[in-house]
């Protein structure tokens, strides 16, 4: 992984080199009050060093003024950068991020506008590029939302592989994002059985009719995505109930608060999440670029 330039700051010089497993602590202590922020950051911080047991091994950066880490920002999975960065900091984390030839950045508008001016001046061009609305839910103000009769809420199996595998395929085709399945359906599969344990179902006259995934579990937080209804089973309910039951396992489990976002414009989605309780939190900007 390379390394960013030394960048000198009115406070002193900002060193980049990537984290490692005697890092961790310290990362950890940095992101864990402002979880709300950096929850996804946050995971993907405890996952280094956890080689094989992670569904794509993490790669973290960490922006150093001497002995004291004043900064971080994860490569892949999904390229992030800290909330509330020093411009400084940012500035010399800024480096290798804009080497990247192609990647997926979901972080806070400011710094992903900084960084997108850094990687078009390279000739990078953008796939998707949108705003999303972080929302978050406390443990008391959830107003949970019953399934109707004849609607089973369960933990995804094996067996559920392929309808989850098109529900992925289908969400990813109304986002106007490229499918990976056509070029690579076996990597594709594998992806989505990795996060086999992390979804929830819902199931109606034997069939399955919506999925949730809490794709970050910590103490801190929880962060639900790839939420998808098939479309025949839309405006029932399905959705409401079903991140309803993702949330109360979430607060059984002593989360926090559960958090997930909504694009910008998906006025449906806005007042489904609002209506369980869900508020906006902060504005993010997706890029997907080559």
Do not use: K
């Amino acid at each position: 992984m390379a390394t960013a330039p030394e960048v000198q700051g009115r406070t002193g010089r900002v060193v980049v080199r990537p984290l490692r497993r005697r890092d961790r602590a310290a990362a950890v202590e940095r992101l864990r009050d402002r979880a709300r922020d950096d929850l996804f950051l946050l995971d993907q911080v405890r996952q280094i060093g956890a080689g094989a047991s992670a569904d794509v091994a993490a790669e973290v950066l960490g922006a150093w003024r001497g002995a004291n880490l004043v900064g971080v920002a994860s490569l892949r999975p999904t390229l992030v950068i800290e909330s509330q960065i020093e411009r400084p900091v940012l500035e010399a984390l800024l480096g290798p991020l804009s080497d990247l030839g192609s990647g997926l950045v979901r972080t806070e508008v400011g710094a992903t506008a900084v960084l997108w001016e850094r990687l078009a001046a390279r000739g990078r061009r953008a796939l998707v590029d949108r705003r999303e609305t972080s929302l978050v839910l406390e443990r008391a103000a959830l107003r949970a939302t019953s399934p109707t009769r004849g609607v089973a809420i369960r933990v995804a199996g094996p067996a559920d592989l392929e309808p989850l595998v098109e529900a992925a395929r289908a969400s990813l085709r109304e986002e106007g994002r490229p499918d990976p399945f056509i070029g690579d359906p076996r990597g594709f599969r594998r992806w989505v059985a990795a996060r086999l344990p992390r979804a929830l179902l819902a199931e109606q006259a034997g069939e399955v009719s919506w999925v949730g995934y809490a794709d970050v579990r910590l103490d801190e937080g929880w962060l639900l995505q790839g939420i998808y209804t098939w479309p025949a089973w839309r405006r029932r309910g399905l959705a409401a109930a079903g991140v309803t039951a993702l949330c109360q396992i979430a607060f059984a489990a002593g989360a926090e608060h559960v958090q997930l976002s909504v694009v910008e414009g998906n006025v449906p989605a806005h007042s489904l999440y609002e209506h369980l309780g869900f508020r906006p939190h902060s504005t993010l900007r997706t890029l997907l670029f080559i």
